[in-house]
DNA sequence: AGAAACTGAATCACGATTCATTTTGGGTCG
DNA sequence: CGACCCAAAATGAATCGTGATTCAGTTTCT
């Protein structure tokens, strides 16, 4: 085995236990997870999740940052394609936020479930990659007023806070509707229009 | 000790538990919060706790309970001494939902935290304290619709709860800020003008 | 006195973590 | 090539602390 392949093969052990780790925390939530319930659904013994990661804190640490990394260069991405109009990057922004329930319903019961419940166990970690999500939605208030689209009387960073809020309530609602998918996009639609309308500069 | 003295004491005792799992919990969280904290908080012997909770999830519930239903009455009572603006009703709302960071910070931490984490393990039982708060604020987006001042191509429920996603992470964010109180007023008119801006019919 | 309320030490189930043992897999040598 | 060796990786049964809950005994009420 190349030493490529060995690194590799060490990767893909350690990404099925944290594929377990996501299926079983979306499925319990974090503390009525058992470790061997995480074991058994990544096809390990309990023992070799001690090999990869420090803890079980460790382990919700990780996938935290694993998952909310993903999300953030998908955001990122999309946004690229499609172009300056601040207007249609919020829009797509809202878009794939609430897409998350549809493509990755397990991540998305977990980030809208633990994503606070952890802010909260790790007072002192700073959850970085939340931090960077909030800033690539306070990013786009702030590009608005520059371009004289928003008004200039809101701090950005208390507005992006407000609109990852409203995001995220949708996407838990969307998540846990029982309800056959309603429809992302004129729930799209709606959101957007409200905070872009709220948000235009008269 | 009358009946009614007897009743108000057993009262006493059940809200002192309240009182100190309210405070336990905030701090700690709930999975980190032993029921004998609980009762050493609440300045009564472990055992006590289970003359009065079936066990530590009901507890739990009833905190929920007992405390929304405060949240939801203050709410209401001021909103009817505002009148029928309902620009100003609106306004109201977010001021009292980001107030409850200053006035009543264990209750504040404690449901910004804890709520969804419930909403999970609670995936059967219908936390319907949260639905009537959820209800009080769509109900504020109708009455808009119907009076002609805000826009009717919205569904009250989504922007309902878009609406409280966005007030709660706001109080999140306040609760947790170590920075001196931040303006409440400021962050209320931000918020407030941009909502009811978006939601204005044209 | 009798009932009701309360107490807190003891129980007991649970589950995270450890570690002695086994398996794997590539490198070396005859 | 096959036998052998070693280190790394993996295993899973046993350990061990923890903490929710119980309940026999005590105190407080009426």
Redesign the pocket.
């Known amino acids: 085995?190349s030493q490529a392949d060995?690194s590799r093969?060490?990767t893909d052990?350690r990404e099925r236990i944290l594929d377990g780790a996501l299926k079983a925390f979306a499925r319990k939530g974090f503390y009525n997870?058992?470790?061997?319930e995480i074991a058994s659904e990544a096809g390990?013994?309990?023992?070799?999740i001690?090999?990869y990661f420090k803890?079980?804190?460790d382990l919700l640490i990780s996938l935290f940052e694993d998952r909310m990394e993903w999300v953030i260069d998908r955001l990122k991405t999309e946004l690229d394609a499609v172009g300056d109009s601040v207007e249609e990057r919020f829009r797509r922004a809202v878009e794939l936020h609430f897409q998350l329930a549809i493509d990755e319903p397990d991540l998305s019961e977990f980030i809208t479930v633990e994503l606070r419940q952890s802010a909260k166990f790790m007072k002192e970690y700073k959850n970085p990659k939340f931090l960077d999500y909030l800033r690539l939605l306070d990013g786009l208030v702030e590009d608005g007023q520059k371009q004289g689209v928003f008004r200039a009387d809101v701090e950005p960073r208390l507005l992006g806070r407000a609109i990852f809020g409203a995001l995220d309530e949708v996407l838990l609602l969307l998540t846990f509707s029982r309800s056959p998918n309603r429809d992302v996009a004129e729930m799209t639609r709606q959101v957007t229009e409200i905070f872009i309308d709220g948000l235009r500069a008269r």
């Open positions: 085995m060995k093969a060490t052990k997870t058992k470790v061997s390990v013994a309990d023992g070799t001690y090999l803890n079980k804190d």
